[in-house]
Structure formats: structure tokens, C-alpha cells
């Protein structure tokens, strides 16, 4: 299943929600931010085309989930304008979000790097500074392997983010504890963010409703309650076109048709997977999830035959997917088999 992914994720699981085409990563999936599988971050803010005119103040804006190394290079024109400017604490922050590119690109050395460079001069930044870096070196942590690491990490930004009323902040670090934790202390987290998201006053909070929402989905989910996970979709899809994200709304529209493959309305689940594989190919994309569920649904219904070449094109697809084959090569695996795809064989 998709999960930052668990992010991905976010992310998706978090791993991270790594939808290609009109779906779009994951789940992250969990963002403000996506996502790779450990950083598990699905993005919230809006994105700019690049820093010409842009104000490095709004240096949050130049996130692109998709393309972390272009996101490099705009941080790091919006580092050079803030230090022009002397503006210490913006430029400690955009040394952060640097770091975060870099994870996403599995340059891990990097990344540490650069957070090494920043932790001495914590104690003299604002305390937003803190909360920052204590998320990014928890997510690079999760994201290299080591989760026990991380753990406490994300605590700290948690307790940080509250402590300055950093609200947006904290409902990341709740939910990144989530992803890090066993299943029920992740229920808990889950539901400390979301209701966190749900009662306050910070835009970076209201933000995170339909990804927190998304992820309560996943958990009911993997433990068989099924019908809860729906509720819960569909609530998620609810917040998602409340913000208008038309990715986003991809993928809850995936993951409602999702789970009621898992109810066994195997043929509301496939009308739905092929009206967004309709949409993505009037877009001229692709999105090897969709194509996967539209195989897998197919399948279950005793139609093997239509499902092999649907089993084969998101084996194409998802082939080329930077984390799921180092991270589900048994899933890759399946879909070769049953789309009877030789070894080298492309689409």
C-alpha cells in the first residue's frame, strides 16, 4: 500500500506517498513538506518558479517535493540574499531547509553536515531556529535508518515548537513522532497533531488536517478496520478540496478507492482508479500506483488477462520510482510476475 509516506510518505510509509503524474510524493509521505520515504512529510505550501522576485523572508515558498535538487539551488540563492542582508535568523532557518534537500537526495553526509554547521549557534538564534533543526536532524536520522535516534529528536521539537508557539512546527514534529513510533503510541500522536491542526489559529497548523487525517487512515487501515479507515479517508478528501491542491486531492481520491478495495467493493474501487487514470492521461501522465490498483482490482475480480498489462505498465512505472525499489523490491517483484515481465524488460 502507499504509505510514508510511512510520507514515503509522507510518506509517504511514510515512507512517502511517492505518486507519480497527477497523484504526484508522497508520505509522505507529511510537509509542510513529503516527501521521501523517511522524511515522510507531504507538502502544504504553496511554491514559487524561483528567487528573481522573490523575497528570501518567504523562503518556505520555494519548496518543490518533487525536485529537491532544484530546491537546493533556490535555498541556496535565498541563503546568500539573507546573509547579504545580515539576516542571521532567516538564513539559519534556509540552512535547515537545505539540509532537508539534501536528505531527500540520500546525500545523508551532506545533510549532517550542514545541521553540524548550524548547532553552535543555536543558543543565540530565535527559538524557531531550534524547532527547525531539530526536525531536519530527526528526519534525516529516520530517513538514513536509524528511527530509535530520531525518536527523541522530534520530541525535542515537539517540546520546543510548543514552548514558542510555533503551532505548525509542532503539529510536524507530533506527526513525525508518529511515523517513528509503534502502532498505538502513533495513533496517540496522530491524535495530539490533529487535534492540534483542528484548534489553532496557526495557517501552518489548519494546513496539516488532511494529511494527519490521511495517516489516522493508514493506521486504522493496517489494523483491519477497514470501514474507520474510509470515514477517515473520506474526511481527508473532504479537507483536501477544501484547500484546492488538486495532487493532494489525487491522492485521497487514491486512497478512499484504496481501502474500498480492501471492504471488497472491488467495482466502486476500480471505477474510481480508472476515472484518475483517465484524468492523468488527458494530463499526459503517468502514475504507476493507479495502474497498480487498477490491476490489482481487476485480479480480484477474475480478470486476469485485462490486469496482466496494467500489472506490466505500472511495473514500468514504478521501476523507476527513486525509493520504492530499494524499498519494496518483493512489491516490484509481484508486479513483474504478474505482468509477465522478463528480466531487462521495459516498457
Not at 526536525?135 to 530509535?148: F, H, M, V
Amino acid at each position: 500500500m502507499r504509505r510514508v509516506p510511512r510520507i514515503r510518505l509522507l510518506l509517504i510509509r511514510q515512507s512517502r506517498f511517492l505518486l507519480v503524474g497527477l497523484i504526484g510524493l508522497a508520505a509522505a509521505v507529511m510537509l509542510p513538506g513529503p516527501v521521501g520515504a523517511g522524511d515522510a512529510t507531504e507538502r502544504e505550501d504553496d511554491t514559487m518558479s524561483g528567487t528573481e522576485s522573490a523575497d528570501y523572508r518567504e523562503f518556505d515558498q520555494l519548496w518543490d517535493y518533487d525536485d529537491p535538487a532544484a530546491t537546493e539551488a533556490k535555498f541556496r540563492e535565498a541563503l546568500a540574499a539573507a546573509e547579504t542582508a545580515e539576516d542571521t535568523g532567516a538564513a539559519l532557518q534556509i540552512r535547515t531547509q537545505i539540509a532537508r534537500t539534501l536528505g531527500l537526495q540520500k546525500r545523508y553526509d551532506d545533510a549532517t553536515e550542514v545541521l553540524d554547521a548550524v548547532e553552535p549557534k543555536l543558543a543565540a538564534a530565535p527559538p524557531v531556529v531550534r524547532v527547525r533543526w531539530l526536525l531536519e536532524r530527526g528526519r534525516i536520522l529516520n530517513t538514513s535508518g536509524d528511527r530509535g535516534g530520531a525518536r527523541p529528536v522530534f520530541e525535542g521539537a515537539w517540546e520546543a515548537a510548543r514552548a514558542c508557539g510555533e503551532d505548525g512546527f509542532a503539529v510536524d514534529a507530533a506527526h513525525m513522532i508518529a511515523i517513528v513510533a509503534e502502532s498505538d503510541e502513533a495513533m496517540a500522536w496522530n491524535e495530539r497533531a490533529l487535534q492540534l491542526a483542528r484548534t489553532s489559529d496557526d495557517p501552518r497548523a489548519k494546513k496539516w488536517r488532511g494529511s494527519l487525517l490521511n495517516n489516522q487512515g493508514w493506521t486504522h487501515h493496517d489494523q483491519g478496520r477497514h470501514e474507520e479507515a474510509l470515514a477517515l479517508f473520506r474526511e481527508a478528501l473532504e479537507a483536501r478540496r477544501e484547500q484546492g491542491d488538486e495532487k493532494l486531492i489525487g491522492i485521497a481520491r487514491w486512497c478512499v478507492a484504496r481501502c474500498q478495495r480492501s471492504l471488497g467493493r472491488i467495482e466502486e474501487a476500480l471505477a474510481a482508479q480508472e476515472q484518475l487514470l483517465k484524468e492523468a492521461e488527458a494530463a499526459n501522465a503517468k502514475d504507476g500506483y493507479v495502474l497498480e490498483e487498477i490491476a490489482e482490482c481487476l485480479l480480484a475480480l477474475d480478470r486476469g488477462e485485462e490486469a496482466r498489462p496494467y500489472f506490466a505498465r505500472a511495473h514500468a512505472v514504478l521501476s523507476e520510482d527513486p525509493w520504492l525499489p530499494e524499498g519494496e523490491p518483493e512489491r516490484l517483484a509481484r508486479l513483474a510476475e504478474l505482468g509477465g515481465v522478463t528480466a531487462g524488460a521495459g516498457e
